[in-house]
Nanobody
Framework: QVYLAESGGDSVQAGESLRLSCTTSEYTYPGDPINCMGWFRQAPGAEREAVGSINSDGRTILADSVKDRFTIAKDDAKNILYLQMNSLKPEDTGRYYC??????????????????WGQGTQVTVSS
Protein backbone atom coordinates (compact mmCIF):
# COMPACT_ATOMS: atom_id res chain seq x y z
CA GLN A 1 0.00 0.00 0.00
CA VAL A 2 1.13 3.55 -0.69
CA TYR A 3 0.01 6.59 1.27
CA LEU A 4 0.37 10.07 -0.17
CA ALA A 5 -0.11 13.34 1.71
CA GLU A 6 -0.01 16.70 -0.03
CA SER A 7 0.77 19.98 1.72
CA GLY A 8 1.71 23.54 0.91
CA GLY A 9 -1.51 24.79 -0.62
CA ASP A 10 -2.46 28.38 0.13
CA SER A 11 -4.24 31.49 -1.11
CA VAL A 12 -1.90 33.80 -3.00
CA GLN A 13 -1.92 36.71 -5.39
CA ALA A 14 -1.24 36.36 -9.09
CA GLY A 15 2.46 36.37 -9.82
CA GLU A 16 3.46 34.78 -6.53
CA SER A 17 5.00 31.35 -6.00
CA LEU A 18 4.14 28.26 -4.02
CA ARG A 19 5.81 24.94 -3.45
CA LEU A 20 3.66 21.91 -2.88
CA SER A 21 4.97 18.79 -1.22
CA CYS A 22 3.77 15.22 -1.38
CA THR A 23 5.05 12.92 1.33
CA THR A 24 5.07 9.26 0.41
CA SER A 25 4.79 6.38 2.81
CA GLU A 26 4.90 2.96 1.32
CA TYR A 27 5.52 -0.62 2.01
CA THR A 28 7.64 -1.84 -0.82
CA TYR A 29 8.70 -5.21 -1.88
CA PRO A 30 11.85 -6.14 -3.76
CA GLY A 31 11.32 -5.60 -7.42
CA ASP A 32 8.19 -3.56 -6.89
CA PRO A 33 9.26 0.04 -6.29
CA ILE A 34 7.36 3.20 -7.10
CA ASN A 35 8.79 4.39 -10.41
CA CYS A 36 6.32 7.05 -11.49
CA MET A 37 4.67 9.97 -9.71
CA GLY A 38 2.47 12.75 -10.95
CA TRP A 39 0.68 15.96 -10.09
CA PHE A 40 -2.88 16.68 -11.12
CA ARG A 41 -5.31 19.47 -10.35
CA GLN A 42 -9.02 20.00 -10.43
CA ALA A 43 -10.93 23.26 -10.36
CA PRO A 44 -14.55 23.38 -9.16
CA GLY A 45 -16.86 22.14 -11.88
CA ALA A 46 -13.97 21.16 -14.11
CA GLU A 47 -12.39 17.87 -15.03
CA ARG A 48 -9.16 16.69 -13.49
CA GLU A 49 -6.19 18.12 -15.35
CA ALA A 50 -2.68 16.76 -15.61
CA VAL A 51 0.10 19.00 -14.37
CA GLY A 52 3.09 16.72 -14.87
CA SER A 53 4.93 13.56 -13.98
CA ILE A 54 8.38 12.39 -12.92
CA ASN A 55 9.93 8.96 -13.32
CA SER A 56 12.49 7.16 -11.19
CA ASP A 57 15.34 8.69 -13.21
CA GLY A 58 14.05 12.20 -12.55
CA ARG A 59 12.78 12.77 -16.05
CA THR A 60 9.81 15.11 -15.99
CA ILE A 61 6.93 15.80 -18.33
CA LEU A 62 4.95 18.98 -17.78
CA ALA A 63 1.70 20.13 -19.31
CA ASP A 64 2.02 22.90 -21.88
CA SER A 65 -0.02 25.23 -19.69
CA VAL A 66 2.55 25.12 -16.90
CA LYS A 67 5.88 24.01 -18.36
CA ASP A 68 7.38 27.50 -18.38
CA ARG A 69 6.34 28.18 -14.78
CA PHE A 70 6.20 24.90 -12.83
CA THR A 71 8.86 22.32 -12.05
CA ILE A 72 8.64 18.88 -10.51
CA ALA A 73 11.37 17.41 -8.34
CA LYS A 74 11.76 14.62 -5.82
CA ASP A 75 13.88 13.86 -2.83
CA ASP A 76 14.24 10.10 -2.74
CA ALA A 77 16.00 10.11 0.61
CA LYS A 78 13.05 11.85 2.23
CA ASN A 79 10.35 10.28 0.02
CA ILE A 80 8.98 13.70 -0.91
CA LEU A 81 7.70 14.87 -4.26
CA TYR A 82 7.65 18.62 -4.94
CA LEU A 83 5.78 20.91 -7.28
CA GLN A 84 7.36 24.36 -7.54
CA MET A 85 4.87 26.81 -8.97
CA ASN A 86 6.05 30.24 -10.07
CA SER A 87 4.23 33.16 -11.68
CA LEU A 88 0.90 31.79 -10.54
CA LYS A 89 -2.22 32.77 -12.42
CA PRO A 90 -5.89 32.74 -11.37
CA GLU A 91 -6.44 29.84 -13.76
CA ASP A 92 -4.03 27.76 -11.65
CA THR A 93 -6.63 27.73 -8.91
CA GLY A 94 -7.74 24.26 -7.91
CA ARG A 95 -7.16 21.31 -5.69
CA TYR A 96 -3.81 19.71 -6.39
CA TYR A 97 -3.29 15.98 -6.05
CA CYS A 98 -0.22 13.82 -6.20
CA UNK A 99 -0.34 10.28 -7.52
CA UNK A 100 2.02 7.32 -7.65
CA UNK A 101 2.36 3.81 -8.96
CA UNK A 102 4.76 0.95 -9.40
CA UNK A 103 6.13 -0.80 -12.40
CA UNK A 104 4.90 1.77 -14.88
CA UNK A 105 6.37 1.07 -18.28
CA UNK A 106 5.95 4.60 -19.62
CA UNK A 107 5.68 7.25 -16.94
CA UNK A 108 3.50 10.10 -18.12
CA UNK A 109 0.92 12.53 -16.68
CA UNK A 110 -2.08 10.33 -17.44
CA UNK A 111 -4.42 9.78 -14.50
CA UNK A 112 -5.37 6.33 -15.81
CA UNK A 113 -1.97 4.85 -14.98
CA UNK A 114 -1.97 5.80 -11.30
CA UNK A 115 -3.39 3.66 -8.54
CA UNK A 116 -2.44 5.67 -5.47
CA TRP A 117 -3.70 9.18 -4.80
CA GLY A 118 -3.47 11.73 -2.03
CA GLN A 119 -6.33 13.77 -0.62
CA GLY A 120 -5.18 16.98 -2.26
CA THR A 121 -4.23 20.48 -1.17
CA GLN A 122 -6.05 23.65 -2.20
CA VAL A 123 -4.38 26.40 -4.19
CA THR A 124 -6.25 29.65 -4.74
CA VAL A 125 -4.79 32.42 -6.88
CA SER A 126 -6.41 35.83 -6.82
CA SER A 127 -5.96 38.47 -9.49
Amino acid sequence: QVYLAESGGDSVQAGESLRLSCTTSEYTYPGDPINCMGWFRQAPGAEREAVGSINSDGRTILADSVKDRFTIAKDDAKNILYLQMNSLKPEDTGRYYCAADRNIYLCRPDHRIFTYWGQGTQVTVSS
